[in-house]
């Protein structure tokens, strides 16, 4: 199993991040991409990875919450990050128009700015959309390309959208994130009905660890903080709504993520 989205670096992690590394390898995960949500972040991650060993990679962006602070030269930084081979992707990038913790304008200066990198350097897209699709489907469609058609280098991260929008990111050739909101009783109800629309050859898995733990883990000492041991139940709970065996979930995403971030074959 791969975890193509955590948060390692928060510091609900601080206490014990070794330990959560070692439960994730305990539990079937093989390979963890961490996310990077700022440009100090993302270096972070990349030296996290550089010292960790051969099953961690990272993202290297900013994240629409941070748009507004994106001091100027960041593309270049940006850049010198995604040149490092631990780096397998741009982002976390987007637009979130239902917090809106930055102004919409400078969400999607950002936006696009990432876009262009991106094509520019040939690395996949990972991105965040909440409340915000089809103003991301247009800047698909101004950066790259009239039929988005650079889009199939592209995962819509924890995914949360209606079904237009599901449809559009697939026409496109997106892969589509899914993390525990699925097994949110009360949220998740709409993207359990909309997962079965996802062909296998376009579902990745996440925890975005230590957000949204999956509500079908037994309770854990932690409380609410999630961590990329309990990616198998948002696997389980994945293989449930497609009427498919778990294991065969958990070979399609990894196989997906292998083939998306351009991973290395496990040892």
Same mark, same amino acid.
């Given at each position: 199993? %791969?975890?193509?989205?955590?948060?390692?670096?928060?510091?609900?992690?601080?206490?014990?991040?070794? #330990?959560?590394?070692?439960?994730?390898? /305990? #539990?079937?995960?093989?390979?963890?991409?961490?996310?990077?949500?700022?440009?100090?972040?993302?270096?972070?991650?990349?030296?996290?990875?550089?010292?960790?060993?051969?099953?961690?990679?990272?993202? @290297?962006?900013?994240?629409?919450?941070?748009?507004?602070?994106?001091?100027?030269?960041?593309? $270049?930084?940006?850049?010198?990050? !995604?040149?490092?081979?631990?780096?397998?992707?741009?982002?976390?990038?987007?637009? $979130?128009?239902?917090?809106? +913790?930055?102004?919409?304008?400078?969400?999607?200066?950002?936006?696009?700015?990432?876009?262009?990198?991106?094509?520019?350097?040939?690395?996949?897209?990972?991105?965040?959309?909440?409340? @915000?699709?089809?103003?991301?489907?247009?800047? +698909?469609? /101004?950066?790259?390309?009239?039929?988005?058609? =650079? @889009?199939?280098?592209?995962?819509?991260?924890?995914?949360?959208?209606?079904?237009?929008?599901?449809?559009?990111?697939? =026409?496109?050739? *997106?892969?589509?994130?899914?993390?525990?909101?699925? *097994?949110?009783?009360?949220?998740? @109800?709409?993207?359990?009905?909309?997962?079965?629309?996802?062909?296998?050859?376009?579902?990745?898995?996440?925890?975005?660890?230590? +957000?949204?733990?999956?509500?079908?883990?037994? =309770?854990?000492? $932690?409380?609410?903080?999630?961590?990329? =041991?309990?990616?198998?139940?948002? %696997?389980?709970?994945?293989?449930?709504?497609?009427?498919?065996?778990? /294991? &065969? %979930?958990?070979?399609?995403? !990894?196989?997906?993520?292998?083939?998306?971030? &351009?991973?290395?074959?496990?040892?």
């Amino acid at each position: 199993m %791969i975890d193509i989205g955590v948060n390692l670096l928060h510091p609900q992690f601080d206490g014990d991040r070794e #330990a959560v590394l070692q439960r994730a390898r /305990e #539990a079937g995960i093989t390979d963890m991409i961490i996310t990077g949500t700022n440009i100090a972040e993302s270096r972070g991650a990349m030296n996290y990875c550089e010292t960790l060993g051969a099953s961690l990679f990272c993202t @290297a962006g900013i994240h629409p919450h941070d748009a507004r602070n994106a001091a100027p030269g960041w593309q $270049d930084a940006l850049r010198a990050l !995604a040149q490092h081979p631990r780096v397998v992707a741009i982002g976390e990038t987007g637009l $979130d128009f239902n917090r809106n +913790f930055s102004p919409p304008e400078a969400q999607e200066t950002v936006f696009r700015g990432h876009l262009a990198v991106a094509r520019e350097i040939d690395l996949p897209l990972f991105v965040h959309d909440r409340d @915000a699709s089809a103003a991301v489907l247009h800047a +698909f469609r /101004e950066v790259l390309g009239p039929s988005g058609n =650079a @889009a199939t280098n592209v995962v819509v991260h924890c995914f949360t959208g209606n079904a237009a929008a599901l449809s559009e990111y697939l =026409a496109l050739g *997106c892969y589509i994130g899914i993390t525990g909101w699925l *097994c949110d009783h009360r949220r998740g @109800a709409g993207l359990r009905a909309l997962v079965p629309e996802i062909p296998l050859d376009r579902l990745l898995v996440e925890t975005d660890a230590p +957000f949204l733990r999956p509500q079908n883990a037994p =309770a854990g000492a $932690d409380g609410r903080r999630n961590e990329p =041991a309990l990616l198998p139940y948002v %696997i389980q709970k994945l293989a449930q709504c497609l009427g498919e065996d778990p /294991e &065969r %979930i958990a070979e399609w995403t !990894a196989r997906n993520a292998r083939r998306l971030f &351009r991973l290395p074959l496990p040892s």
